[in-house]
Nanobody, 124 residues
Framework: QVQLVESGGGLVQAGGSLTLSCEGSGRTISDYGLGWFRQAPGKEREFVAAIRWSGGSTLYADSVKGRFTISRDNAKNTVYLQMNSLKPEDTAVYSC?????????????????WGQGTQVTVSS
């Protein structure tokens, strides 16, 4: 079993930055693909970014490409999401997820474990 715990959310003004962290426990996640998803009130959960187990390949939603960066530190069992140039439409609960497939994916159905999420609020 893998437990995932996110941190780093908060309130920030438009144009600001935040870095989210997601630490795994229970077993190593170094061989898992990892992803970030978000869900705004009244909306479906949507893909944000994903990273391959090796860190050598990443995927981004078009809406965040060029502003967000996903990275991982396998020694710390942690995945990060650096968010720059934040916009009010980025406001959502952000959750990390781990996939035993290893490759990282934009499809939520391919993830086996999920964190509880952390709130990000961007004010205009």
């Amino acid at each position: 079993q893998v437990q995932l715990v996110e941190s780093g959310g908060g309130l920030v003004q438009a144009g600001g930055s935040l870095t989210l962290s997601c630490e795994g426990s229970g077993r190593t996640i170094s061989d898992y693909g990892l992803g970030w998803f978000r869900q705004a009130p009244g909306k479906e959960r949507e893909f944000v970014a994903a990273i391959r187990w090796s860190g050598g390949s990443t995927l981004y939603a078009d809406s965040v490409k060029g502003r967000f960066t996903i990275s991982r530190d396998n020694a710390k069992n942690t995945v990060y999401l650096q968010m720059n140039s934040l916009k009010p439409e980025d406001t959502a609960v952000y959750s990390c997820a781990a996939s035993s497939r290893g490759s990282g994916s934009r499809w939520s159905s391919q993830y086996d474990y999920w964190g509880q999420g952390t709130q990000v609020t961007v004010s205009s």
